[in-house]
């Protein structure tokens, strides 16, 4: 059972989410907050699979709760989930940098909400090929230094992780690039956790994040 915790300062949302998300059989929700400080205690005290979390709230907004949670060790597990009504804006984009494992717009359908919950559940970053080329269009260019750590990380790939971080950051499944490379699945993600391991990334999201701000990868240029 994937156990959720909601966090929207509005009772209306929370409520309208818990019977979209718990219709679904293999998933539950185990507590709701109000603002991102309730969250972070929430989760604390629940340690949910994911953290559904809205990024404007007042009082401590679901930006720094992210950055709270994420720079946890005890919270490792528990993945966040950012819900927006503005999908591509500079607060979503330092989410996904301080360990958000992708986003939803809040006019997201049903059945896409409870896949996402699956998908980021289970380890796996959330971001849309068209959501992934504005972010990095709008905010990846601009001059950033990457933390020493990163950068010495980078260092320790080996040349096949830095091909296989190069395609997760293109957005190629591991499947997918399973096909392309030849190999398995299951070596595709071994590699891609030994890259995360490297240079400290939480998730693919933050894996993604790491290889344009360091050039490793190179954001895709309008058609």
């Given at each position: 059972m994937i156990r959720v915790l909601l966090a929207d300062d509005q009772a209306l949302i929370r409520a309208g989410f818990r019977v979209l998300v718990e219709a679904?059989?293999?998933?539950?929700?185990?507590a709701e907050a109000a603002d991102g400080a309730e969250a972070v205690r929430l989760a604390r005290e629940t340690r949910p699979d994911v953290i559904l979390m809205d990024i404007r709230m007042p009082g401590t907004d679901g930006l720094s709760?992210?950055?709270?949670?994420?720079?946890?060790?005890?919270?490792?597990?528990?993945?966040?989930?950012?819900?927006?009504?503005?999908e591509l804006d500079?607060?979503?984009?330092?989410?996904?940098?301080?360990g958000a494992s992708g986003f939803l717009g809040k006019g997201v359908e049903p059945d896409e909400l409870v896949a996402a919950i699956r998908v980021v559940a289970r380890g796996d970053a959330l971001l849309s090929p068209q959501a992934t080329r504005h972010l990095i269009e709008q905010y990846l260019r601009q001059p950033?230094?990457?933390a020493p750590a990163v950068t010495a990380g980078l260092d320790l790939l080996t040349k096949r992780e830095n091909e296989i971080v190069r395609l997760i950051a293109y957005g190629l499944t591991n499947d997918e690039i399973a096909e392309q490379l030849y190999l398995s699945p299951l070596t595709?993600?071994?590699?891609?956790?030994?890259?995360?391991?490297?240079?400290a990334a939480r998730d693919r999201a933050q894996?993604?994040?790491?290889?344009?701000q360091t050039g490793l990868a190179e954001a895709p240029s309008r058609n």
């Open positions: 679904a059989a293999d998933i539950t929700v185990v709760a992210t950055r709270e949670l994420t720079g946890d060790p005890t919270l490792n597990e528990v993945k966040v989930l950012v819900l927006t009504t503005f500079e607060h979503v984009f330092e989410a996904l940098r301080v950033a230094t990457p595709v993600k071994t590699h891609a956790n030994r890259a995360m391991t490297k240079v894996l993604v994040v790491i290889a344009y």
